[in-house]
Structure formats: structure tokens, C-alpha cells
């Protein structure tokens, strides 16, 4: 039976990826860390077989002394926390190497946004386009100031200089969307805070020239990704010995997790129509912002909405035959509008009632 120890179960990945394991596997046993009751509460209404561990990441000796104890750690909770990595890889290479500790962390395409920020260029298009697989090593050897590339290190020495006790991957989704299944947040954030941004100022909005280019993958299909590489690892990680198989683990366990690529200035202009013909903004032109503007709307808008991410998942779905299921990013557009919206106390025909075309 697998012990898991998992962080971030109350976010928005994390409770996703909780929902699609504990559902999957009613057998495993999995603690997760909370950082105080409320969040606590949350996780055991929905799983009363979660064991909960009251901490933060900074609390090093508790994070290390459930590494210890786990077969499989699941780090959901921060992408650029290296205490708390350092803290789990140290606790995972006290294992035998007869019982091996298995480390899946999350991180980001954010890595690669280091080209456009270096130049300090947005809303242009790149053509360099990356994959987990035949080019590996170009993402596993990403210069130091590329985006979470600090922690991104630390799991990567932890799965070398341990390689016989700590087996490491490392899943790096690029722009999340669709509503999660976990017991806390249910939200994403480029397409949502996009999306309120625009019904906030009235108009839809874009980085620059708006070309930039962003792989993307639905949040229920990133859970069947972690589902498949806990069960991997729930079976003592065997396939990665299989001889010419790509490694499942280790140095080249990275994996990007997408099923389809977009243009930001296509999905604000898609904002933008659907919050038109919902009555919510009273045009669905498509303005061109700045860096610092773009920053405005949520921090580091400018990157998130204006640099290029470019990576193709080409080894989950060679190594563990995982593929996309959810539906589009189009497809959930309208969705997320109606959400803000109402998030906002907006409703339909509310660009009538403020431009005094109609009685509230």
C-alpha cells in the first residue's frame, strides 16, 4: 500500500491532482500538509482518510520527517520554494536504496520565459519551441535566471546525487484552465485574471502586439498526469529499468503537460466577444498595454500574457501513454466570463445599465 505526503492539497493543482489519486486509489494512504484549521476543515470534509499535518513550508523538520516516512511525495504547493524542496529531498535520500523515496514537483513553463524577459520583449512571437524527450537537455540545463530554475536544480541534484534512493520528476504545466475538483481554490489564473482585467477596464486587452505563443492543458487532464506517475512510483517505479525506454525518472524525468498551443491576443479577443455578447463590456475591441500596465492587472501580467512558452509533452505521453481527455481552452471561455462577472456582482446587460440604455 503507498504512503503518500502531499503539499498544496487546498490549492488549485493540488486539489485537483488529490481528487484524481484518492478517487483512483481509495487504498493509498496519503497525509497532506495544511497550513493552519480552515484549511484543515476543507481537506476532511471531502477525504475523512487524509491524515492532516499542521505546518508551512518553512517548517523544514516536518516536511523532511514526512519524507522520510513516504513513499511518494507530491509537491503542489510552490514552484520556487527551495526550503521546503530541500527540506522533502533531504528527508527522501535517508531512504534504502532497497525502498526508494519518489520526489514529483511541480513547476512551470515559466522556465521558459527567460529569452523574452532577458530582451525585455512582449506580445512578439518566438519560433523556438522546446520538448521533454529528444531535447531534454536543453530544459534540463536552462540558464539560472530562467524562471523557477532554483528549485527546478535542487530536485534535479537531489534525483542525481541520490539517483539509487531518490527517483525525481518533475512536471512543469504551462497555462492551466477549466474549474478544479479540490477542496479549496477551483480557480486558475492567466484565463480568469484576463478575463476580469477586461470586464473591469471594459474592453479586452493584450500584451504589445498580442503574438505571443503559450501551450496550455485542462487541469483534469495535468491530475492524469500525477495519477499516472503516483501509480508509476506506487509500483516501485519498475518501467524506467526497462532497457531502451526513455527514463521515466531521474535527470530526464521532466515532463511538460499540454494538449494544445494558443496566441494570447487570439484568447483576449475571445474574452473580449464573449463578454460582448453577454452584455458585460459594451465592445469587444481588443486593446494593446504595456508592460507596466500589464503588471497592473495582476502581477507579472506582462510575462504571463506577453512572453512566449513554448514546450511539447512528448515523454508523458511516450513513456506512460497519458493524452489529453477535457475540453479546449476555447471551449471553456464563455465559462470563465460568466464567472468573473458574477464575481464582479456583474450581470448580463450590465454595459447597457452603466452606459444608461436600459433601467438596472
Known amino acids: 500500500m503507498a504512503k503518500l505526503f502531499v503539499t498544496g492539497a487546498t ?18 494512504e496519503i497525509t497532506a ?34 519524507a522520510k516516512k513516504a513513499d511518494v511525495v507530491c509537491h503542489w504547493a510552490h514552484a520556487d520554494h527551495e526550503a521546503s524542496a530541500t527540506a522533502i529531498a533531504k528527508g527522501l535520500a535517508a531512504h534504502e536504496p532497497s525502498r526508494p523515496g519518489f520526489f514529483i514537483h511541480t513547476s512551470g513553463t ?24 529528444d531535447n531534454v537537455s536543453e530544459v534540463t540545463n536552462l540558464p539560472d535566471d530562467a524562471p523557477h530554475r532554483v528549485v527546478d536544480k535542487i530536485v534535479l541534484e537531489a534525483g542525481s546525487k541520490h539517483s539509487d534512493r531518490v527517483k525525481t520528476a518533475i512536471v512543469c504545466p504551462p497555462t492551466i484552465y477549466g474549474p478544479g475538483r479540490g477542496p479549496g481554490n477551483k480557480r486558475s489564473h492567466q484565463v480568469p485574471e484576463l478575463a476580469q482585467s477586461t470586464l473591469q477596464r471594459g474592453c ?17 487532464d495535468l491530475s492524469d498526469l500525477y495519477l499516472k506517475l503516483v501509480e508509476e512510483a506506487a509500483a516501485g517505479g519498475s518501467t524506467a529499468e526497462w532497457p531502451g525506454k526513455p527514463a521515466v525518472w531521474g535527470g530526464e524525468g521532466y515532463y511538460f503537460c499540454e494538449g494544445g498551443e494558443h496566441v494570447w491576443g487570439d484568447v483576449s479577443q475571445w474574452v473580449a466577444t464573449e463578454a460582448h455578447k453577454l452584455g ?41 501513454k497519458w493524452d489529453t481527455k477535457a475540453p479546449s481552452l476555447r471551449d471553456i471561455i464563455k465559462a470563465s466570463v460568466e464567472f468573473e462577472g458574477r464575481k464582479l456582482g456583474m450581470t448580463s446587460g450590465h454595459a447597457k445599465v452603466a452606459a444608461g440604455d436600459a433601467q438596472p
Open 11 to 28: 490549492g488549485y493543482i493540488g486539489g485537483d491532482a488529490l481528487f484524481a489519486i484518492a478517487s483512483a486509489h481509495p487504498e493509498y
Open 280 to 320: 458585460l463590456i459594451k465592445t469587444d475591441e481588443v486593446k494593446s498595454i504595456g508592460k507596466e500596465e500589464a503588471d497592473k492587472c495582476t502581477p507579472f501580467g506582462s510575462a504571463l500574457w506577453g512572453c512566449n512558452s513554448r514546450g511539447l509533452a512528448k515523454r508523458a505521453r511516450t513513456v506512460l
Open 204 to 220: 479586452g486587452l493584450k500584451v504589445g502586439a498580442g503574438k505571443t505563443y503559450w501551450n496550455n492543458v485542462h487541469v483534469n
Open 110 to 133: 515559466g522556465i521558459l520565459l527567460f529569452q523574452d524577459i532577458r530582451t525585455g520583449t512582449y506580445g512578439e512571437a518566438l519560433d523556438k519551441v522546446y520538448d521533454d524527450l
Open 33 to 66: 500538509l495544511v497550513r493552519n484549521s480552515d484549511k484543515g476543515v476543507q481537506v476532511a470534509k471531502e477525504y475523512a482518510k487524509v491524515k492532516l499535518v499542521y505546518g508551512d513550508l518553512d517548517n523544514v523538520e516536518l516536511l523532511e520527517d514526512e
